[in-house]
């Protein structure tokens, strides 16, 4: 299972890389595991901005919808469109190609609170 070190991730299975004050924000190699084949990513909240928890998209694979929860409070400045046409990116590369949103962080001292990979690995067993 791949967990990168350079990220840090939440319980709910996400991932954060975060440069300045923007994060891109996708779901773990095992979360994608679990979930199978990922059939639809839906991000409608682009341009809005929430707080860290709140769902700001689903992921629908073929058994299952998940919904997405924001790790961090800010502005969704991005969706990753190619995911429209291509939502198995999602699975075939979560860390890169398929990521999903991009997040302009409104108070970056949240990231404390995430996991860091060996936290995770510890969280998922690996």
Do not use: R
Not at 24 to 46: H, K, P
Request: hydrophobic share 40%; with cysteine; aromatic share 8%.
């Amino acid at each position: 299972m791949n967990i990168p070190s350079n990220l840090k991730y939440t319980k709910d299975h996400e991932w954060v890389l975060i440069e300045g004050d923007i994060a891109t924000i996708g779901i773990t190699d095992f979360a994608q595991s679990e979930l199978g084949d990922i059939v639809y990513v839906e991000v409608e909240t682009v341009d809005e901005t929430m707080e860290a928890e709140e769902v700001f998209g689903t992921v629908e694979a073929v058994k299952t919808v998940s919904d997405l929860f924001l790790p961090l409070s800010g502005e969704i400045i991005e969706f990753n469109s190619s995911l429209e046409d291509e939502p198995e990116k999602v699975n075939s590369d979560p860390y890169g190609d398929g990521w999903m949103i991009k997040l302009k962080c409104s108070d970056l001292s949240q990231a404390d609170k995430l996991l860091s990979s060996e936290a995770y690995k510890e969280l998922v067993g690996a």
